[in-house]
């Protein structure tokens, strides 16, 4: 292992995190044997073998010690820890590529992945007001295509609770709002994800704090990930995830049916297509 390096052009956080599990196992180590001396759980080091998880330059150094890889990690983790998405919403954004299901509560405007390119646009023109076109285009190039996990017909699985102020929150154009709640309904009735709509009348809730993801996985435990402004926090220990899923199960008991939230997103959506010709 010690003169071979990872291709960067491939997937070289997956292909990271399959030599980490082969390098552990020939040393006879247990993923939580390999954890301890790092102050990690076994579960944290199945999350790197799986992808899921980030290998950071100072774990790395610490692994090639332990199982004496001869600098492998360490020459490598950089490859694997470049990404087009902010440093605080990287590791949730490479998570969420590889998550079997997916459930966000997003308290004021549409999910990344459910944004159409113009409401996109107009997202980061917000958060970045002076910014250059060209930084605009590329911010909503990686959004679109963070998107694209929706191609899969089945995978992953998405259910959304958005807050009436999502449906209510728009810009100069009122059509783009619009055209962004038929998107959702589109996605809607064709089966290929489930949305609720948490009403202004629910009155005081659980996910007053801010909005919340929870993934899950086919091979790993799951994880959480909250976001605030321009912070954001991937939880894998088991009570805050558990503690995260009680939120999102309240969430949904406070809102709307899916049949509902359909009726309310389209018709909302018709609201401002009128709004507009008037």
Known sequence: MAGKNLDP??????????????????????????????????????????????????????????????????????????????????????????????REYAPQIIPGLL??????????????????????????ANRLARAALLNDPTTPM?????????????????????QALRHIARLIRSRRIIVQVLPFSAGFHAGMQGS??????????????????????LFDDPATVAQHSLTYDLLTANALSPRESLALIESVAEDYEHDQHA
């Open 212 to 233: 919340l993801k929870l993934m899950s996985f086919e091979d790993a435990p799951p994880l959480s990930y909250i976001q605030g402004m321009g912070t954001g926090q």
């Open 115 to 140: 944004q159409t390119e113009a409401y996109a646009r107009e997202v980061f023109r917000a958060y970045q007001p002076t910014a250059p076109e060209e930084t605009i285009d590329e911010l909503v």
């Open 9 to 102: 052009s491939s997937s070289p956080r997956a292909m990271l995190g399959s030599e980490l599990r082969i390098a552990r196992e020939r040393a006879g180590k247990t993923q939580a044997e390999l954890g301890e001396p790092l102050f990690v759980s076994g579960s944290f080091i199945g999350q790197l073998e799986s992808g899921t998880r980030r290998m950071h330059l100072d774990f790395a150094r610490q692994i090639d010690h332990i199982l004496n890889t001869d600098g492998f990690f360490a020459r490598n983790c950089g490859a694997a820890a470049k990404s087009k998405y902010p440093d605080h919403f990287a590791a949730a954004a490479e998570a969420e590529a590889l998550a079997k299901t997916i």
């Open 158 to 178: 998405l259910w959304c609770v958005l807050d009436e102020a999502v449906l209510r929150r728009t810009g100069d154009d009122p059509t783009i709002l619009a």
